[in-house]
């Protein structure tokens, strides 16, 4: 095992602006009880970490100046906090960025994602855009049999878009896909996955995304040029959709996806929108009789369960979703590459 460095170099929230990322040195943290250290392989970059990047009203309101970001992340295991006895040195791990008290009544009703004293990893505290990081050794999750230890920083998006789906029918079901980032990608593979009887994928302009859409199993990808509502309806027989996920944070999707799902249907919202408080159709909620459900991370730990056994039949193709891998020198320029979407997944690897 390497040995662990007093400090390190960790790219760091350092400006109240855009961008207005640093990176400068940190001291190499020490786990705590029930903590583990983890030496970093690969952290990707996600929709949080743009907003953080722009720096919008939920950053600014969330995330402290000088908090290492980073969330969506694996590594190895190098060093064990007192009392932990669930992990050993040398396992490579995925984070659960959720962290919980374990010990409030929603933690007790199986809701630990929506802990009433959580916090979450690389957002309130500091992440994974660093060469180490501590996190309580219940969020360590081992990696699944079979899944290339590039890939384990995937489960944390893959596992956002498992737990979008399943707020609403899957298996035998119309879906409708709306925002086809690298999670609404995953959402259409696992809802192909999961036995989706009609997969429909809906972006704006993205032509690479919409392209990719269609190679992971959307039957009816729509843009700019469609209208959204009248085409799904019409590939529904009139009624709109089973079960429609809005991972884009566009007002505009959100109005499209309560106007286009089935009386009755399910609307499933996973989306952090930078104005909180976009225009809602509430008269279409209310007579159509739609199921509202926001989504936040993946339950813990029945996401994480229904993820694995995706990944270790082989059912998820990591690789079609995750386009780009860059060294963690180029953390700037993979943040504006996601920005700008001519991508799916980036990853930024450590080694």
Same mark, same amino acid.
């Given at each position: 095992?390497?040995?662990v ?82 992990? +050993?040195? @040398?396992?490579?791990?995925? /984070?659960?960025?959720?962290? &919980?008290?374990?010990?409030? !009544?929603?933690? *007790?009703? #199986? ?16 992440? +994974?855009? @660093?060469?180490?990081?501590? /996190?309580?050794?219940?969020? &360590?999750?081992?990696?699944? !049999?079979?899944? *290339?230890? #590039? ?5 944390d ?5 498992i737990?979008?789906?399943?707020g609403?029918?899957?298996e035998?079901?119309? /879906? ?6 690298p ?50 309806r ?15 944070g566009?007002p ?18 996973l989306?952090?929108?930078?104005n ?44 079609a ?31």
């Amino acid at each position: 095992m390497t040995e662990v460095p007093d400090t390190m170099l960790a790219w760091t929230k350092t400006a109240d602006k855009t961008g207005g990322f640093s990176r400068i040195e940190h001291d190499v943290p020490k786990p705590a009880e029930g903590e583990v250290l983890v030496k970093t392989h690969s952290t990707s970059v996600c929709g949080t970490d743009i907003h953080i990047w722009k720096w919008d009203q939920w950053s600014r309101e969330n995330v402290p100046l000088g908090t290492i970001t980073g969330h969506e992340t694996c590594g190895q295991v190098v060093a064990l906090g007192p009392g932990v006895e669930s992990h +050993a040195l @040398g396992d490579m791990i995925a /984070v659960e960025c959720h962290i &919980a008290c374990w010990a409030c !009544p929603r933690c *007790d009703e #199986g809701n630990a994602h929506i802990c009433e004293n959580g916090s979450i990893f690389g957002v309130h505290s500091n992440g +994974a855009f @660093g060469p180490y990081f501590t /996190v309580p050794a219940v969020n &360590a999750r081992p990696v699944p !049999p079979g899944l *290339d230890s #590039g890939h384990a920083s995937i489960q944390d998006p893959l596992g956002n878009a498992i737990h979008t789906l399943t707020g609403g029918p899957v298996e035998g079901a119309t /879906v409708a896909i709306h925002g086809l980032g690298p999670i609404g990608l995953f959402a259409v593979n696992a809802a192909k996955a999961m036995g989706a009887a009609y997969i429909i994928a809906v972006d704006w302009d993205n032509t690479y995304r919409m392209e990719l859409a269609k190679s992971l199993g959307a039957d009816l990808v729509l843009g700019k040029e469609n209208d959204v509502v009248a085409e799904i309806r019409a590939a529904t027989e009139g009624r709109g959709v089973d079960n429609s996920c809005e991972f884009s944070g566009s007002p505009q999707a959100l109005s499209n996806t309560i106007h286009s799902t089935r009386m009755g249907g399910y609307v499933n919202i996973l989306s952090v929108y930078g104005n909180p408080t976009p225009q809602v159709p509430m008269n279409e909620i209310v007579f159509r009789y739609l199921h509202i459900k926001g989504i936040n991370g993946r339950k813990m730990w029945s996401t994480w369960d229904t993820m694995h056994d995706l990944l270790e039949q082989g059912l998820i193709d990591v690789n079609a979703v995750l386009t780009h891998r860059m060294p963690i020198d180029s953390f700037e320029q993979a943040v504006e590459l996601a920005i700008a979407g001519e991508c799916g997944k980036v990853v930024l690897d450590f080694d």
